[in-house]
């Protein structure tokens, strides 16, 4: 089995809608991630996702990874089809024409960890159910709002079906690992930083820390 190193954008240029708390920090310029796909089209195994559901996905997102004949998978929000600054039922349609995989973000974009029943019902499984009738396939990818999950989280996420999870945890994957890590880009991250912590790798002491932290994650 063989390592992939998922790489995760947000919001590209300038927002058209008001952004959460924190948010900010994970809307690059179209300069720097017209440089990052440069750079990791080089790389031996990588996979490319965003999160969100932002109207910047379709509009500066999907010709740019056209232009370099890349593909990538869109984790979209159900509640916010058609809301300005998102992508609209027909966007995620020309996307998912366009070869792109479409995966589950959620209802709300609200945390999955801790999530009461209703709430649990609500985000994993009738947000799902929404996207799937939008995309006329199953979806059954999902990626973590605010990469936060635990145990029990993905113990429902497993009956439910999901073939595979995303996270936000800075680190390598293995490709056929059913958890999947991802290093989301933020306006501070530069194109060498990048290579440095994500192709290059960190040492031995700091890359056992960040397992640990996955593997706490996990059993919590």
């Given at each position: ?15 058209q ?14 300069e720097?991630?017209?440089?990052v ?16 559901g ?11 990874l ?9 984790y ?6 058609g ?19 479409i ?22 499984e ?27 989280l ?56 960040l ?10």
């Amino acid at each position: 089995m063989s390592d992939v190193i998922n790489i995760c954008f947000h919001g590209i240029g300038t927002p058209q809608r008001d952004l959460e708390l924190g948010e900010d920090r994970y809307w690059i310029s179209v300069e720097l991630f017209h440089a990052v796909l440069d750079e990791i089209r080089t790389w031996p195994s990588v996979r490319i996702s965003f999160d969100d559901g932002n109207a910047s996905d379709l509009e500066i997102g999907l010709p740019a990874l056209l232009e370099r004949g890349l593909t990538a998978e869109f984790y979209v929000l159900s509640s916010r089809f058609g809301k300005g600054g998102s992508l609209s039922e027909e966007d995620v349609r020309k996307l998912h024409g366009a070869g792109m995989t479409i995966g589950t973000h959620g209802m709300r974009h609200r945390p999955w960890r801790g999530m009461d029943a209703e709430t649990s019902r609500d985000e994993l499984e009738t947000a799902r159910r929404q996207i799937e009738e939008v995309v006329g396939v199953p979806v059954d990818q999902a990626a973590c709002p605010l990469g936060r999950y635990d145990r029990r989280l993905l113990s429902r996420m497993r009956k439910l079906g999901y073939r595979r999870v995303f996270t936000s945890d800075r680190r390598r994957a293995r490709s056929e690992d059913w958890l999947q890590p991802r290093y989301s880009l933020r306006r501070e991250d530069t194109v060498d930083g990048l290579r440095a912590e994500a192709l290059v790798g960190p040492g031995a002491l700091t890359r056992l820390k960040l397992e640990a932290v996955g593997v706490v994650k996990r059993i919590r």
